[in-house]
């Protein structure tokens, strides 16, 4: 099949996915998979395949503070999953003006990184 002809892609969802989480520009998916990019651009909009907003400090955070801690996924001394940290920790002037008074958070996770949120106590 020549290059920028009418393919079916719906047996490459999910490495299309995979491509556009790696920062792959639709013509790189185009070529590789023997198709335009218009027509990759289509494809991920009918699929719902967005691009990360790469200003999301989520995606990519510059502003953090690393904590030594143990990650019980089985559940630690009260039986429930959970991540414990250091008590010197308490000791970080950070910890104490960001963290000392949360009470619950939300874990994010991705292949490269944990990232901790406050939650709402209400929630």
Do not use: H
């Amino acid at each position: 099949m020549g290059i920028n002809q009418r393919v079916s892609l719906r047996k490459f969802v999910d490495d299309v996915k995979c491509w556009v989480d790696e920062g792959k520009s639709d013509e790189w998916i185009a070529s590789a998979l023997g198709t335009s990019a218009s027509s990759v651009q289509s494809f991920r909009s009918r699929n719902s395949i967005y691009r990360k907003d790469l200003r999301d400090p989520l995606a990519d955070p510059t502003d953090y503070e690393a904590y030594e801690g143990v990650l019980e996924p089985d559940g630690g001394p009260e039986g429930t999953p959970g991540a414990w940290f250091d008590p010197a920790v308490s000791d970080s002037l950070r910890w104490q003006s960001c963290w000392s008074r949360v009470g619950k958070v939300e874990i994010r996770l991705s292949p490269t990184k944990i990232v901790l949120v406050e939650r709402d106590a209400a929630v």
